[in-house]
């Protein structure tokens, strides 16, 4: 971490700003129906307490509010859950900035916690309005980064801000975060094998050409696969295919043999009549047929899959390998899932999906490292500048 970080600053008496991702989902009663994103940043919450700050203003966005005031979108069940996890009272403001805010944050004092209101009930954040960034960064001494799942993002409150309030640090979730994908990038130990899933290849085309000069093996499943297979001439059926992105395809299979990377995609799959509501299911190997959608990898190709993950010694996986939130289309994802677990290699989970995936296989507390942001790992194996990032303080 060439960045600062909370163990870098005295927090003492002073009045701590912090960017956390409290992006949680809720159920149609506003119930949390998962709180991993607010544990992941209880350390640094606790860390800042415990060195004696004098007050902790935290904010967050949650959901897609486009501007406007959504109250189903409000941060208050946020609060609730961290007040519990902290054993005290957090102080759920009405907004996030303006006359009441200011005049709410000057009256915290004692180690008091306040959360801001979802940041994103005004344009001005995504915006990364320069005045929207001065009055937020008006709220502490010191400005603490460990939202990074919006690192990605050059919003107000993850660069804006920082223009403003010096000096800006990373908690300890960023820093870990950014220790292991670094780590993968810069110094991976071999052999190193990158998995990749999901449907969106245009989401995901930039990191496999960055890690193509990193990997001794590239594993291809999911929705993605059939735009490989398409490219090769394989006949994929009525299976997703990104049509825009075929030629793109050719050039990575191209690629990797080039750097004598071990490139493998499905050679069986498990298809079903229809996506939406499949009725019929068979296994197939080579062509699929038309009207038939590719689901989940065959059985077969799971072996291979599995056997050659046992060979790593460090393995990055990003998106499933099938409809793994259906239970017949799971096996292949949960098989992966098991395989990392069982590696004995250094497991990076690159945010998203694939987190789902191991917790659903009950095998997350035996993976090295889970990321909290899908699409800001994706970037940074990308080998894209995060935003959110590079505005911190250089140690």
């Known amino acids: 971490m060439a960045k600062m970080t909370v163990r870098d600053v005295d927090l003492h008496g002073k009045s701590v700003l912090m960017r956390v991702d409290f992006n949680v989902p809720l159920d149609d009663q506003q119930n949390i129906t998962d709180d991993t994103r607010i544990r992941a940043a209880m350390p640094t919450i606790q860390y800042v307490l415990e060195q004696g700050a004098k007050k902790l203003v935290l904010m967050s966005h949650l959901g897609r509010p486009e501007g406007k005031v959504v109250p189903e979108l409000s941060l208050a069940p946020a609060a609730a859950k961290l007040g519990e996890l902290l054993g ?45 960034s001065r009055q937020l960064a008006s709220l502490g001494d010191l400005y603490v980064n460990d939202a990074f799942g919006t690192a990605h993002r050059a919003h ?75 490219a090769m001439g394989v006949a994929v059926g009525d299976s997703i295919v990104d049509e825009a992105k075929i030629e793109k395809a050719r050039e990575i299979l191209a690629l990797a043999k080039d750097k004598h990377v071990a490139l493998l995609l499905p050679h069986d799959h498990l298809i079903a009549d ?24 065959g059985p077969e190709s799971t072996k291979v899959f599995v056997e050659k993950l046992k060979t790593a010694r460090m ?81």
């Open 274 to 297: 229809d996506i939406k509501n499949p009725v019929n299911t068979k296994v197939v190997k080579g062509d699929i047929p038309d009207g038939w959608v590719g689901l989940d990898i």
């Open 315 to 395: 393995i990055v996986w990003n998106g499933p390998m099938g409809m793994f939130e259906k239970e017949a289309f799971a096996a292949g994802t949960q098989a992966v899932a098991e395989a990392l677990a069982e590696s004995g290699a250094t497991t990076i989970i690159g945010g998203g999906d694939s987190v789902s995936a191991v917790e659903k296989s009950g095998v997350s507390d035996r993976i090295s490292h889970i990321s909290t942001g899908g699409g800001a790992s994706i970037e940074f194996l990308e080998g894209k500048t995060l935003p959110g990032l590079a505005a911190l303080t250089d140690k």
């Open 88 to 132: 005290r009272p957090v102080k759920q403001l009405s907004d996030c900035v303006g006359p009441e805010v200011e005049a709410a944050v000057d009256g915290m004092g004692g180690g008091d916690v306040a959360l801001l209101e979802n940041l994103r009930f005004h344009p001005e954040e995504e915006a990364n309005d320069d005045g929207f």
């Open 156 to 230: 107000a409150s993850t660069e804006g801000v920082t223009k403003h309030l010096q000096p800006a640090v990373s908690g300890f979730l960023m820093e870990k975060e950014i220790e292991y994908l670094s780590r993968a990038l810069e110094n991976p130990d071999h052999p190193f094998i990158a998995v990749m899933g999901g449907v969106k290849v245009k989401d995901k085309i930039g990191a496999i050409e960055n890690l193509l000069n990193k990997v001794d093996g590239l594993v291809i499943g999911g929705a993605m696969t059939y735009t490989f297979l398409k």
